[in-house]
């Protein structure tokens, strides 16, 4: 019987077994994705409602219909993020093992973004009813509200995360310090560390297609995180060795390229270390600040879509629903971009989206 | 005028509006539902077109329409569906309307919001008075000793040890314990009882209980169960903390009187304010309900005039903009035969808007037009059935005519039973005579919709198969014996006791009266051991017959077809050859049938030749005669001969040649032909081709230039013809399914009655009774899910085939598209079931 699962497992039409449903549905939902002519009709919009008028015609449909004009861009990216978030949850309540602890790999990155998010705010004296709504709802967990009782990180570990899926990752940054700005950075990428090697050694351990999707995406995730923080580390306190246990360590940088990137002192010594990768070397060759060029940022989420757009080439993995997410935030990335530059008058800048191919 | 054999005749039309005008015309038009606009500015964006500010204005109103009905159906307040229809209001009504949605949103916004305070003050209080009632009950067993007044405790006796606990610290400590009470929602205290647990180190004590009754959450109206809690700890810190923790659940707080005196005091305070708000609340709900009512009983309209106006300007931005002459320029499709009722709608449009009358111009047109066929409520599902195969070319034979009659035909010859098509019939006849209260009462079940769609087709083939039913003599498996059989059984018992086999022979007069049965088979056959194969026989022979005359059929439609289009080359190189080709293989293949059934047989002056032991078998000749084998001759008068007719041999060869010519003829003949007539043209220069168009009728389309590529069209007649002629052998073959679904058809039910009901008839006494009252059950109900229901699906399926595949292929091409005109009706309906998915 032992053999016989396994045989069952090696095949990957089996896939379908219990995730067919699923991966049918995303692909569809993947085919909604607003392309290249919806976007220059977007562009070309006028005002909001335009804009509406457009999105209606697209697999959006009528998501905007029950909001009274004139409308507001905060309003548009709360109804999109809405939309993706039911889509998503939609596919989770449906999704068996093991998929659905891969779906649920995917909020915790959510969490730590809504915990360090909340944390931040408190620091700065917000009430918890007002940062609320600004946390990511595929991160919200019970006890996220209760988070300002924490001062210190034992405390955050202690009496809010340890029943929460992320405490598994927060073994590392437990100190009696208080809670400060620096800290909570660090929380977030010794957190964001942790998750991702563990998202990634998930990954790997079911093998089949969905390693081979995944662990690139996820690797290039872990690299990007490498060359930001090193970038943004520049002029700050953070110390080179504090600096270098952040780096996660499941990437292409891995171990040379990361011990080089610990040894960085400025913005050209990030480049050199890029350099010696093919692909990162491309990336910040054509990047830069100044009008007309494309921002590093800009560069690295063009790779991350076209890493995602290529997941859907692949069949039967689960890659396709954390590539479906993450496409689908960048659309509403560009959404929120375009309407928000309408929304202004500034259109100059209205050609700055991303689009998915 | 034969509109059902062929689509009508529809005409591009140019239409002139006046600005003023075009609302009302096209308000009118709408309701006539004749005309399809075609959209004149493609490459225009939805928000860049002309009326996009109306389409969004209406999209506003549909949008504070739906927002009423929400409201509506959260009160439960029935809605009036009258069912008139409402003329699409004139533009400036559109402003009082816009101005009379805007009134009741704002009050409907406005009471809701009160309401909605209201709602949260009652359930502060509520809660309040819970915490009040529920703490008194945990003070109470703190101040006692737990096991005095045991009715004090009502809520925790299992939990000795807890109150126990709770005495001891009170006793001494209660004085300098500071406490917290409040409420919570029931599904979030186990995690806010770890984390208290967790945050404050186990130094805080936890109290709760269940508030029974569900309390309404004001923002949704949803019933959500609730929990007290009370907190007791020590000292400033953990107060702090344990507020944090309450706020971050969500918990309601509320002060809570340590003296019991204050909290007895406070809970009358509670209750007679309580009672205040009550009767707030309910006038508020008086309120809420007489505007939603009265709005109720107009929102159907309201909703319908919305959607025409919305459904107006959709078209007029299809139309071009004639600035010098401040109009609209539409196009459009229209059915000739309308046209005049066309011209009348548009003169009531201006005349309404009084301004100058519409102009309809004819324009002839490069491009097929839509294909429309009129239908009536028996004939939809008949073109119903063609039309998902494929729309039917502009103005080519229309396959739906015939497929009335020959649909449920075949689907008889299969499903042929006389009980069951009396079932069938039954159910078909009674959605036709509920047609009304039916069609009005409308059903989500997707099933039903497709029976009730199709309620005419299952009335035809139900009784269609009542007739063919009583042709194989069938009544759920059993014969019925009406006129007497024509076979008598002359043998006394103990022969048939002792012979195994014994044999009716219909020379014998005593055994076989010389005349059949009136109608259908001979009854007798039902106990006769070879049963089967006699039915077999007779069954194939009749699915080849039926089936060759159908594509025949089909074959000769194409030549209406060909003369319709004035192909005339296409009947000299296809129709003809074709015909040829089924009529000296195939359809002498039936003939042989004929011959054999007519000539063969027994009786007493039959010669020896003509008995049926000589007759031979067709399956055979057939193949010899396409191998051209001959065989030997007769030897004598009395022995039996190969041959049915004196020069078969001979026929039989000629037929083969002619059909083998035939081949090459479809293959070639017609590239031929057009390579010749294109080199002819090349040659005359650009006269032969004036020449040429003047000999096509100017009623026709006129087709886009053809580009004469001669491998294409070789390579197109190539697959045309290998097509056709392996077609005619797969597709007679293919018709075979009649006799093999009929066979299985009686076959199964011969089953089931052999199997279920049998055991219930057989068994005696009063047991046997009361078996049988189960068996029938069990037998009818599988009679009707299997035997009516999925045999009848498998049935039609196969009929659906036979026409769509062997049928059409011989002369459809199914390349049009259908005319979908504006039409108000249809839009108000669409619209009607996206409402329906939405709830």
Redesign the interface.
């Known amino acids: 019987m032992f053999i016989f699962q396994n045989i069952i497992i090696m095949l990957d039409s089996a896939f379908n077994i219990d995730c067919g449903y699923l991966e049918g549905l995303v692909r569809g939902f993947r085919n909604g994705i607003l392309r290249q002519h919806d976007y220059l009709n977007l562009v070309q919009c006028e005002s909001l409602d335009d804009l509406k008028l457009h999105l209606q015609s697209t697999d959006y449909g009528s998501f905007l219909a029950n909001e009274a004009s004139p409308l507001q861009v905060s309003v548009i990216d709360d109804k999109l993020r809405e939309k993706l978030v039911i889509e998503f949850q939609h596919m989770r309540n449906h999704a068996v093992e093991p998929l659905a602890t891969f779906m649920d790999y995917i909020t915790y990155g959510y969490m730590i973004d809504n915990i360090v998010l909340l944390i931040t705010g408190a620091l700065h004296q917000r009430p918890i009813s007002e940062l609320m709504p600004k946390c990511h709802p595929l991160g919200t967990f019970d006890q996220i509200e209760a988070i300002n009782v924490a001062n210190t990180s034992v405390e955050l570990y202690n009496a809010v995360l340890v029943d929460t899926p992320l405490a598994e990752f927060f073994g590392e940054c437990v100190s009696e310090q208080d809670l400060d700005e620096l800290n909570i950075e660090i929380i977030r990428n010794t957190l964001y560390k942790a998750y991702l090697e563990s998202f990634y050694n998930y990954c790997k351990n079911l093998g089949g297609p969905t390693a081979e999707v995944m662990c690139p995406i996820l690797a290039f995730e872990a690299d990007r995180r490498a060359f930001i923080i090193t970038v943004n580390s520049f002029g700050t306190e953070l110390t080179k060795e504090d600096r270098a246990k952040l780096y996660p360590t499941c990437g292409r940088l891995y171990p040379d390229g990361l011990a080089a990137l610990a040894r960085a002192d400025d913005p050209e010594n990030v480049k050199q270390v890029a350099e010696f990768y093919a692909e990162y070397r491309a990336l910040f060759e054509g990047a830069g600040n100044n009008p007309g060029e494309k921002t590093l940022e800009d560069k690295f989420f063009e790779y991350e879509v076209k890493l995602n757009v290529n997941a859907f080439m692949h069949q039967f993995h689960c890659g396709v629903f954390y590539s479906y997410l993450r496409l689908k935030e960048q659309e509403c990335r560009n959404i929120v971009w375009i309407s928000e530059c309408i929304a202004q008058k500034h259109r100059a800048k209205i050609d700055n989206y991303i689009p998915i191919l | 005028m034969g509109s059902l054999f062929r689509s009508e005749e529809v005409a591009l039309c140019q239409l002139f509006l006046q600005s003023e005008s075009a609302y009302t015309c096209v308000s009118e038009l709408g309701e006539l539902g004749l005309v399809q606009f075609r959209d004149l500015n493609p490459d225009v ?4 077109r002309k009326f ?1 500010n109306e ?2 204005r209406c ?2 109103m ?2 504070k329409l ?2 009423l009905e929400r409201e509506i159906r959260r009160d439960a307040i029935p809605m009036q569906d009258t069912g008139d229809n409402p003329e699409a209001p004139m533009p400036r009504e559109m402003i009082d309307l816009e101005a009379n949605f805007e009134k009741l949103e704002n009050e409907l916004k406005e009471v809701n919001s009160n309401a909605e305070a209201l709602k949260r003050n009652y359930l502060e209080l509520t809660e309040l008075r819970h915490i009040l009632k529920k703490t008194q009950v945990f003070f109470d067993e703190a101040m006692y000793p737990p096991n005095l007044p045991p009715d004090q405790a009502p809520y925790f006796d299992d939990d000795d040890e807890t109150i126990n606990l709770l005495t001891d610290i009170s006793l001494h400590q209660l004085k300098h314990i500071g406490f917290v009470a409040g409420v919570i929602l029931r599904e ?1 205290v186990a ?1 806010f009882e ?2 208290l647990w ?2 404050c180190r186990g130094n805080v004590f936890l109290r709760q209980a269940q508030i029974e009754e569900p309390l309404e959450d004001p923002a949704t109206g949803e019933q959500v169960y609730k929990s007290v809690f009370i907190i007791f700890f020590q000292g400033e810190q953990l107060k702090l ?1 344990v507020k ?2 309450c ?4 918990a309601t707080m509320y002060p809570c009187p340590e003296a019991p005196a204050d909290r007895r005091e406070m809970a009358m305070g509670v209750k007679t304010r309580l009672d205040d708000l009550n009767t707030v609340l309910s006038q508020t709900q008086d309120h809420r309900h007489r505007v939603l009512v009265s709005a109720a009983r107009n929102l159907r309209s309201w909703m319908l005039k919305v959607w025409k106006i919305k459904a107006i300007y959709h078209s007029l931005n299809m139309f071009n903009i004639d600035t010098i002459q401040n109009g609209l320029i539409a196009e459009c499709w229209i059915p000739v035969p309308d046209l005049e009722t066309v011209q009348l709608a548009l003169r009531r449009g201006t005349e309404k808007s009084g301004s100058l009358p519409a102009i309809l111009n004819r324009l002839s047109c490069v491009e097929s037009p839509p294909t429309f066929h009129r239908t009536n409520k028996f004939t939809r599902a008949f073109q119903g059935l063609i039309d998902s195969y494929g729309v039917a070319s502009y103005r080519e034979m229309n396959p739906a005519v015939y497929t009335i009659i020959t649909f449920p035909f075949l689907f008889a010859i299969m499903f042929g039973d006389l009980g069951h098509g009396i079932i069938m019939t039954l159910f078909g006849a009674w959605m036709v005579w509920k047609e009304k209260p039916l069609s009005v009462k409308k059903v989500d079940s997707e099933i039903w919709n497709i029976f009730f769609g199709g309620r005419y087709i299952i009335l035809l083939m139900g009784t269609f198969s009542m007739y063919t039913g009583i042709i194989y003599n069938d009544v759920f498996s059993k014969s019925l014996n009406l006129f007497g059989s024509s076979w008598h059984v002359p043998f006394n018992e103990s022969t048939i006791r002792d012979n195994r086999e014994i044999m009716l022979d219909p020379k014998q007069p005593d055994q076989y009266e010389g005349t059949p049965y009136p109608i259908g088979l001979d009854p007798l056959w039902q106990l006769a051991a070879n049963k089967i194969n006699f039915l077999n026989s007779y069954k194939m022979k009749i699915s080849i017959i039926f089936g060759i005359v159908h594509m025949m059929f089909g074959i000769i439609l194409s030549l209406w077809n060909h003369r319709f289009f004035n192909r005339r080359l296409n009947v000299l190189c296809e129709f003809i050859p074709q015909v040829l080709f089924m009529s000296c293989l195939f359809v002498y293949l039936t003939l042989l049938v004929f011959i054999k059934w007519v000539n063969y047989g027994a009786g007493e002056d039959v010669p020896l030749v003509l008995t049926p032991g000589c007759a031979p078998s067709i399956l055979i000749t057939f193949i010899n005669m396409v191998l051209m084998k001959g065989y030997e001759e007769a030897k004598g008068p009395n022995s039996c001969s190969a041959y049915m007719y004196d020069g078969q041999f001979y026929l039989q060869r000629m037929m083969v040649v002619v059909a083998v010519i035939c081949v090459p003829w479809m293959l070639v003949a017609k590239p031929y032909f057009l390579y010749r007539a294109s080199k002819q043209r090349a040659m005359l220069g650009t006269g032969g081709v004036e020449g040429a168009m003047e000999e096509t009728p100017s009623t026709m389309p006129v087709q886009p230039a053809e580009d004469h590529d001669m491998s294409e069209i070789l390579i197109h007649q190539g697959i045309h013809t290998i097509e056709f002629v392996l077609g005619s052998v797969s597709h007679t073959a293919s018709y075979l399914r009649l006799w093999a679904l009929s066979l299985a058809h009686a076959q199964l039910s011969e089953v089931l009655w052999g199997m279920v009901l049998r055991i219930g008839l057989s068994t005696a006494g009063t047991t046997g009774g009361f078996a049988m009252y189960f068996i029938f059950a069990a037998w009818a109900t599988l009679t009707v899910v299997i035997l009516v229901l999925m045999e009848g699906l498998s049935a039609f399926l196969h009929t659906l085939r036979l026409h769509w595949v062997e049928f059409q292929s011989k002369f459809y091409e199914g390349q049009g598209y259908a005319f979908v005109p504006f039409s108000f009706d249809s839009i108000l309906e669409a619209n009607e079931s996206t409402v329906t998915e939405a709830k």
């Open positions: 964006n939805a928000f860049q996009v389409v969004r999209d506003e549909e949008r739906r927002y979030r995690s770890r984390m967790r945050a903390r944090k923790i706020e971050g659940f969500r």
